[in-house]
């Protein structure tokens, strides 16, 4: 988060602009296709314009037999189609029979992908029309098992792959990218994929999924999302071992030749796409993830998503389960079990959200927030030996070795999971943090589900129905007693869409905290009373268009207010704004 980031990255802000390291760009519709209405015609362009078979193999302008009579006349299509002519409604109807058919996740992942090879706006209505059946299938926790059987289940290259054997060339890589105008980028390296760990070159995965989400939630249009995976190899021997590994089968690159590839990538992307191109770092490794955050904050559009978008997730479902548990942040004391990019991310900004509500200089808000790794209590006795990340939460305390006894010590109100660890939220664990409070508030955050610290299950069974609880995978609702628990999903799909568009709409050149915190808020304030009634503590995904747009205008209005905004003149509205340039999968009538 900034104000430790400030520290590391030699006390710069977002706010002080490097003039050297400005420089022009930004996004055009050279056709005018994006900025069509649904009912206006457009020109299906590819180089030229895409006609018979070149426009069925065309995944950006095919309809299948969703085109009309005229339509098949126009652009050469008599024959090559059955006669029938149907809607993209009931394309829909029967896509999703098929779908559902499918016993396991990863069928139903490759079906989705697949679709989206072949026919993108059906593939973008499906999942903005049956959002919370899908959401699970396109991004956590199937992306995780497509990820590790990535080599395997590989048909058609998504994406741009940029390897060591591309150093001194990747300017030239990006411009084979055939669309210009990009303003989303989600980049990898491979390393930290959820919890599942180092997945090399197979990480791409993740920053296709992230993109889908983007246009799905937020709206961003597809041709303006580019997922990058940067090759440094792997050190994971089953996948240098795997004869269908599809990445470079050597020893990860570290040190100095690492920081050089990045370097050049950060500098070709700026020269190729402009100043206003969001780079979202995703699942870098917690050494990489803070210095890369740390090093690029002040001179590009960077924000990494396990620091900052997991914590203004988190953040918020904090804020609101207040409604639930009672009192302000500051009177509740924070206990994570994990300290690293996401654990001391959201304890950073829950510091923050908790300083600016009192006035309280962060370095005192950051004492109501404790933090457990992998050799007990981080505690002021360890201060020497920790990571820079990890220090500002060394707090006085005798040390303590184990997360039940630290419970015990500190008496939580709020117990928060981010270790990548399954089932570290004990019997015993659960039982003592009830004890201490009559609802307390539990947050197993891992992912995938196999890694998460706890099942909604154990968490409800365990604190005898008392618990206010949410994971970073989805569970099922759960009766007990008589009584019918929906768990929340402490999803970051909540928070990037809409953070993405609110930075591209108002032509942002910077992430500032005050960003995040404002997504954070406007997350909480979606909540309604008949969530609330449920224990939810997060609003249904069903309305996530609604609640990107709302958070896509809070926290274009903050950079507005910071001077970080560069369209003008500011919208009046910005929600209606926001609503209006989102990207709709509707189909198009052609010329």
């Known amino acids: 988060m900034e104000s430790t980031l400030k520290e590391i990255g030699d006390g710069g802000s977002v706010l002080d602009l490097d003039p050297k390291a400005t420089v022009g760009g930004g996004v055009e519709d050279i056709y005018g296709e994006d900025c069509a209405t649904e009912e206006q015609l457009v020109t299906p362009w590819t180089f030229s314009v895409a006609s ?9 302008h095919n309809k299948g037999l969703a085109f009309t009579e005229k339509e098949r006349d126009a652009h050469y299509l008599r024959g090559l189609l059955p006669p029938a002519i149907v809607t993209q409604q009931l394309q829909e109807k029967k896509l999703m029979q098929n779908i559902r058919q499918y016993q396991l996740p990863l069928q139903k992942f490759i079906a989705m992908m697949e679709l989206q090879e072949r026919n993108e706006r059906l593939f973008y209505k499906l999942l903005i029309d049956n959002v919370e059946e899908l959401l699970p299938v ?16 590989f048909r058609r290259p998504q994406g741009l792959y940029i390897s060591l054997k591309e150093k ?3 300017l030239e890589v990006l411009k084979n990218w055939p669309q210009r105008s990009i303003q989303v980028i989600v980049v990898t390296d491979g390393e930290r994929i959820l919890g599942l760990g180092d997945l090399g070159c197979q990480g791409m995965g993740i920053p296709v999924g992230k993109l889908s989400l983007y246009t799905a939630l937020g709206g961003v249009r597809p041709s303006a999302c580019l997922p990058i995976t940067i090759d440094v190899g ?12 599809i990445g470079l089968k050597q020893r990860r690159a570290t040190g100095e030749e690492y920081y050089e590839l990045l370097d050049e990538f950060m500098t070709a992307v700026k020269q190729n796409y402009g100043e206003k191109v969001l780079i979202q770092f995703e699942d870098f490794a917690n050494h990489n993830a803070f210095e890369l955050l740390a090093k690029y904050r002040t001179t590009h559009l960077v924000f990494n998503d396990d620091i900052q978008g997991t914590a203004a997730v988190v953040l918020a479902g904090a804020v609101s389960a207040l409604k639930l548990i009672g009192g302000t942040l500051a009177d509740h004391t924070f206990l994570f079990l994990g300290a690293g990019e996401a654990g001391t991310g959201i304890a950073e900004l829950i510091a923050l959200e908790i300083s600016k509500q009192t006035k309280a200089p962060v370095e005192e808000t950051r004492k109501k927030i404790w933090l457990v790794d992998s050799k007990g209590l981080i505690v002021h006795s360890r201060k020497d030996s920790l990571q820079h990340f990890k220090q500002p939460w060394a707090h006085e305390h005798e040390p303590v070795k184990d997360l039940l006894s630290a419970v015990k010590a500190i008496k939580p109100t709020v117990l928060i999971g981010s270790s990548g660890v399954g089932r570290t939220f004990t019997k015993e664990v659960i039982e003592a943090v009830s004890s201490i409070n009559e609802k307390p508030l539990i947050m197993a955050l891992s992912n995938p589900t196999s890694q998460s610290e706890c099942t909604a299950e154990e968490a409800y069974t365990w604190s005898e129905g ?80 609604k609640i990107s747009a709302n958070i896509a205008a809070n926290v274009a209005a ?7 905004a560069t369209r003008l003149p500011r919208p009046a509205d910005l929600v209606k704004y926001a609503e209006s340039c989102m990207y709709s999968p509707v189909y198009r009538t052609y010329r």
């Open 234 to 245: 792997t050190n994971n021997e089953k996948l240098l071992n795997d004869e269908f590994y």
């Open 52 to 60: 018979g078979y070149s426009l069925l193999r065309d995944p950006h």
């Open 168 to 170: 001194g060339k990747i």
């Open 466 to 545: 008392r618990a206010i609880f949410a994971s970073g995978s989805p569970f099922d609702p759960f009766e007990y007693n008589g009584k019918t628990f929906v768990p929340g999903q402490s999803n970051n799909a909540y928070i990037f869409p809409g953070f993405g568009l609110g930075v591209v709409i108002s032509g942002a050149i910077r992430v500032h905290d005050d960003m995040l915190l404002a997504a954070s808020e406007a997350l909480a304030a979606q909540v309604s009373e008949e969530n609330y009634d449920k224990g939810l503590i997060y609003p249904p995904f069903t309305n996530i268009r």
């Open 138 to 153: 396109v991004y956590t926790p199937t992306v995780g098992e497509a990820c590790q059987k990535y080599g395997s289940i």
């Open 558 to 564: 903050k950079a507005y207010e910071l001077g970080l």
